[in-house]
C-alpha cells in the first residue's frame, strides 16, 4: 500500500471510530437505566455482565483478527453492534438489559485491538509508522469529542426515552458498518499455508511467549487497566451522582461534555510527553485519578465536574501513551491478540471494581 492509500485508510479509521462513537443513548445509558427505574445496583451488575462477557472473548477476538483479518473482524463487530442496539430497544427488564449487553460487549471486543492493529501495520507496510504516536493521539480526540458531544445530549436521550434514543443509535450504527465496507486488508505475518487451528495455536503461542519473556509490558498492562477502569467507573458514576447532588437534568449533558474535553485534552497531551519515562507519566496520571476520587465525595457540584475532567485528562493520557509503547514493542504477527490482552485485563478490573461502586454510589 502506497503512502497516499494509506493515508486515505487512516481516515476511514478515523471516520469510522468518529461514527461509532456518536451514540446519545450509548453515552448516557446509565443515565437512561437510572430512568427506567433500575437500581445503582443493578447498573453496577450491568456492567459487570459486560466485563464477563468481554473479558471471555476479548483474547479470542484479538486471535481471530489475527488469523481471519482485521477488516473482516471490523466489519463482524459493526454487525455485532446493531444487534446489541436492536437488543436494547426491546428490552423490557433486568435479563434483557443483561443480554443486550452481552452483544454489546462482543461488538466492542471485536474492535478492541484490532482497529489499533489495522491502523499500525496499515502505516508500517508503508513505511512510515513513525506517525502512530498522531494517529492515536487523533483516534483517541476524535473518540473522547464525538462520544463527549453525544453525553452533551443526554438531556435530549432523557427526553426521547430509551426506545427512540436508541434508534438514534441504530442508524449511526449502521453508517458506520457503510464506513468499514470501505477499508482495506493488510496481511499479517501469519503463514496462509496452515491451517486455521494451527495458525490460531501459532498466534496464542507466539503471544504466551511475547508476555513471558517482557516484564516491560506485563507491568504496563496491569497498571494501565487498573488505573482506567478505577477513572471510568468513577466517571460512569458521576452520570447519577451528580443530579442526586443536586445538578438540574438540562446541565448533565454539559457537565459530561466538560469532562470529555478533559479525555480530549489528555490524548494531545501525549505528544508533551513523549520521550518522558512511562513511570512518571503513570504516577502524575494516578495522582489525577485519585483527585477526581476525592471530588466525588466533596458534594460539590463544582468540584465534582473538576475532578471528573481531571480524572478524565489523567485516563486519556495513560490509554494512548501505554496503547503507543505498547504497539512499538509487539510483533506484527500477534499485534491484535496482544493488545486484546491488555482490554482482557481492564475487563477484570472491571469486573470485580463494579459490584463495589455500585455499593459505593447507591
Same mark, same amino acid.
Given at each position: ?49 459486560f466485563h464477563v462477557a468481554s473479558m471471555s472473548f476479548e483474547i479470542p477476538s484479538g ?147 511475547? =508476555?513471558?519473556?517482557? /516484564? ?5 498492562? +496491569?497498571? $494501565?487497566? &487498573?488505573?482506567?477502569?478505577?477513572? *471510568? #467507573? ?68 463544582? =468540584?465534582?465536574?473538576? /475532578? ?5 485528562? +489523567?485516563? $486519556?493520557? &495513560?490509554?494512548?501513551?501505554?496503547? *503507543? #509503547? ?37
Amino acid at each position: 500500500m502506497n503512502t497516499e492509500k494509506t493515508r486515505k485508510q487512516i481516515k476511514i479509521l478515523l471516520l469510522l471510530d468518529c461514527t461509532g462513537c456518536f451514540m446519545i443513548a450509548g453515552a448516557s445509558w446509565v443515565a437512561l437505566l437510572a430512568a427506567r427505574g433500575f437500581s445503582a445496583i443493578q447498573i453496577g451488575f450491568a456492567e459487570s455482565i459486560f466485563h464477563v462477557a468481554s473479558m471471555s472473548f476479548e483474547i479470542p477476538s484479538g486471535a481471530i483478527a489475527d488469523v481471519f483479518g482485521r477488516k473482516k473482524t471490523l466489519l463482524a463487530g459493526r454487525v455485532m453492534a446493531v444487534i446489541a442496539t436492536v437488543l436494547m430497544i426491546f428490552s423490557d427488564g433486568f435479563l434483557s438489559v443483561a443480554i443486550a449487553m452481552v452483544a454489546s460487549a462482543f461488538s466492542y471486543n471485536l474492535a478492541s485491538g484490532t482497529r489499533e492493529a489495522l491502523a499500525y501495520d496499515t502505516l508500517k507496510e508503508a513505511g512510515i509508522e513513525r506517525e502512530y504516536d498522531k494517529f492515536a493521539a487523533n483516534d483517541m480526540v476524535i473518540y473522547q469529542l464525538t462520544s463527549s458531544f453525544a453525553t452533551l445530549l443526554a438531556g435530549l436521550a432523557l427526553y426521547l426515552g430509551y426506545r427512540r434514543a436508541y434508534l438514534a443509535d441504530l442508524a449511526v450504527t449502521l453508517a458506520s458498518l457503510w464506513i468499514a465496507v470501505g477499508l482495506k486488508e493488510v496481511k499479517s505475518g501469519l503463514s496462509e499455508e496452515l491451517g486455521i487451528v494451527r495458525r490460531f495455536k501459532e498466534v496464542a503461542h507466539e503471544s504466551a511467549v511475547f =508476555l513471558k519473556s517482557n /516484564g516491560a509490558a506485563r507491568r504496563m498492562i +496491569a497498571f $494501565s487497566a &487498573l488505573t482506567s477502569a478505577v477513572a *471510568v #467507573l468513577i466517571l460512569f458514576f458521576l452520570q447519577a451522582r451528580l443530579t442526586n447532588v443536586g445538578l438540574k437534568g438540562i446541565w448533565l449533558g454539559p457537565a459530561l461534555f466538560v469532562m470529555g474535553l478533559g479525555s480530549a485534552l489528555g490524548a494531545k497531551v501525549n505528544g508533551a510527553v513523549n520521550g518522558k519515562s512511562y513511570r512518571k507519566v503513570g504516577i502524575c496520571c494516578a495522582i489525577g485519578v485519585l483527585i477526581c476520587i476525592i471530588s466525588v465525595f466533596t458534594g460539590n457540584i463544582y =468540584l465534582m465536574v473538576a /475532578g471528573g475532567f481531571t480524572g478524565a485528562v +489523567a485516563e $486519556s493520557l &495513560l490509554c494512548v501513551r501505554t496503547d *503507543v #509503547l505498547l504497539n512499538s514493542m509487539i510483533p506484527s504477527e500477534q499485534r491484535a491478540t496482544l493488545i486484546s490482552v491488555n482490554s482482557f485485563t481492564y475487563s477484570v478490573f472491571m469486573i470485580v471494581l463494579s459490584p463495589v461502586f455500585g455499593v459505593l454510589f447507591s
